[in-house]
């Protein structure tokens, strides 16, 4: 299947941890990426690869991957990372796929 | 620093072809080692990525669009242009253009701010 599918929404406290994941056949295969996206923005990327972040994007931000499942983590989540969050990977055939978002709510 | 900049009519007739321009600043298509894509987020849904461009020409479309998508590249003005045939109401979606490197060719780092294209009569 080439489909990515995330949480809709998810919501965490200021301060806190919080982890989107991901979950889709393609991601045992490849590795998944991460893009934020802010209401009339174009998307950020905020990891790519095994776990590696482009060059001004927080150390708060971290990405991890197990079997079908990659794992966006923020650790100490601030007010501006409420936003729209996106995995993406490739599938077989060479299609580039994006997750469906997660929401994300920092109370 | 690169920069993407879409480029295009914002209101397109049904049955008509969507025509939008890339124009790529602060690096060269020519220089290789990067894939030129366009994605696609429909009004308050997720993304879909439309396909890619090679400086050499070589081209991969998404499988569910591939009968109606063109994406070719002008190298002398650093462009590169998606054409999309046969529109409809579907298509209406925020269209952007983006850079991907390598063998992450399918996670872009740098995107156009993007462009709403309207389909409607």
């Known amino acids: 299947s080439s489909e990515l599918t995330q949480d809709p929404a998810v919501s965490v406290a200021l301060g806190q941890t919080v982890r989107i994941t991901c979950q889709g056949d393609s991601l045992r295969s490849y590795y998944a990426s991460w893009y934020q996206q802010k209401p009339g923005q174009a998307p950020v990327l905020v990891i790519y690869?095994?776990?590696n972040r482009p060059s001004g994007i927080p150390d708060r931000f971290s990405g991890s991957s197990s079997g079908n499942t990659a794992s966006l983590t923020i650790t100490g989540a601030q007010a501006e990372d409420e936003a729209d969050y996106y995995c993406?990977?490739?599938?077989?055939?060479?299609?580039?796929?994006f997750g469906g978002g997660t929401k994300l709510t920092v109370l | 620093q690169v920069q993407l900049q879409e480029s295009g009519p914002g209101l397109v007739k049904p049955s008509q072809t969507l025509s939008l321009t890339c124009t790529v600043s602060?690096?060269?298509?020519?220089?290789?080692?990067?894939?030129w894509s366009w994605i696609r987020q429909h009004p308050g849904k997720g993304l879909e990525w439309i396909g890619y461009i090679y400086y050499s020409g070589s081209t991969y479309y998404n499988p569910s669009l591939k009968s109606r998508v063109t994406i070719s590249v002008d190298t002398s003005k650093n462009q590169f242009s998606l054409k999309l045939s046969s529109v409809t109401a579907a298509d209406t979606a925020v269209y952007y253009c983006a850079r991907g490197a390598g063998s992450s060719w399918y996670s872009p780092d740098y995107w156009g701010q993007g462009t709403l294209v309207t389909v409607s009569s």
């Open positions: 602060g690096g060269s298509i020519s220089s290789g080692g990067y894939y």
């Open positions: 690869g095994k776990n």
């Open positions: 993406n990977s490739r599938d077989s055939s060479g299609t580039g796929v």
